[in-house]
């Protein structure tokens, strides 16, 4: 069982930047490839962002690469995200999720966070 708790969501302008945080229970953390990813209004959740159980491997929705990183600190049990030049569509609510023994996946995650609000405005 992993129990999931993002922080760092917010109201931003647009072109600014935000630092979302994923803080991860239990002891096996590094058994889990994690994954961001977002819900905006009268939309479907969509993946954002994944790392790899080591976080050598990184990869990104296109609509997203070249201004959002994911990262994951192993030590500390903790992924992030790191949002810069923030747009009005990028304003939704921003999961992190787990999933067990894998190194790319977009869907079938099997722990999610509660969720957090990143709003941009314009």
């Known amino acids: 069982q992993v129990q999931l708790v993002e922080s760092g969501g917010g109201l931003v302008q647009a072109g600014g930047s935000l630092r979302l945080s994923c803080a991860a229970s239990?002891?096996?953390?590094?058994?889990?490839?994690m994954g961001w990813f977002r819900q905006a209004p009268g939309k479907e959740r969509e993946f954002v962002a994944g790392?790899?159980?080591?976080?050598?491997?990184?990869y990104y929705a296109d609509s997203v690469k070249g201004r959002f990183t994911i990262s994951r600190d192993n030590a500390k049990n903790t992924v992030y995200l790191q949002m810069n030049s923030l747009k009005p569509e990028d304003t939704a609510v921003y999961y992190c999720?787990?999933?067990?023994?894998?190194?790319?996946?977009?869907?079938?995650?099997?722990?999610w966070g509660q969720g957090i609000q990143v709003t941009v405005s314009s």
């Open positions: 999720a787990a999933k067990f023994y894998s190194d790319y996946a977009f869907v079938d995650y099997d722990y």
């Open positions: 239990g002891r096996t953390f590094s058994s889990y490839g």
């Open positions: 790392v790899n159980r080591s976080g050598t491997s990184l």
